[in-house]
């Protein structure tokens, strides 16, 4: 399983991004997909998850009413919408894939893990 991050960059505080990981393989609805992101200094951190059909997602509460996850399973990708975004919301951005996974915000429940997009905002 191969997991590809792309669409981060660089946006002024209360802009937006769209972040989407695609899946290297076909049995992409049996994987739950999460986010995660890391800042300098701080260990990754959860930011959602959705589960293989799309019918349960989860957010950490820092990001909940700003932030969606949704995927599309015809096209083997994950994305997650960031709207008004903060400076404290700058981190490197993983995202993750579990055989059936229920959607943990605990890393050590994710087997798999793209190589994370920078997103970087300013104030």
């Known amino acids: 399983v191969q997991l590809q991050a792309s669409g981060g960059g660089l946006v002024q505080a209360g802009g937006s991004l769209r972040l989407s990981c695609a899946f290297s393989?076909?049995?992409?609805?049996?994987?739950?997909m999460g986010w995660f992101r890391q800042s300098p200094g701080k260990e990754r951190e959860f930011v959602a998850a959705?589960?293989?059909?799309?019918?349960?997602?989860s957010y950490d509460d820092s990001v909940k009413g700003r932030f969606t996850i949704s995927r599309d399973n015809a096209k083997n990708t994950v994305y997650l919408r960031m709207n008004t975004l903060s400076p404290e919301d700058t981190a490197v951005y993983y995202c993750?894939?579990?055989?059936?996974?229920?959607?943990?915000?605990?890393?050590?429940?994710?087997?798999?893990w793209g190589q994370g997009t920078q997103v970087t905002v300013s104030s």
């Open positions: 993750a894939a579990e055989l059936y996974g229920s959607g943990s915000s605990i890393n050590n429940a994710w087997r798999y």
């Open positions: 393989e076909r049995t992409f609805s049996s994987y739950a």
């Open positions: 959705i589960s293989g059909t799309g019918s349960s997602v």
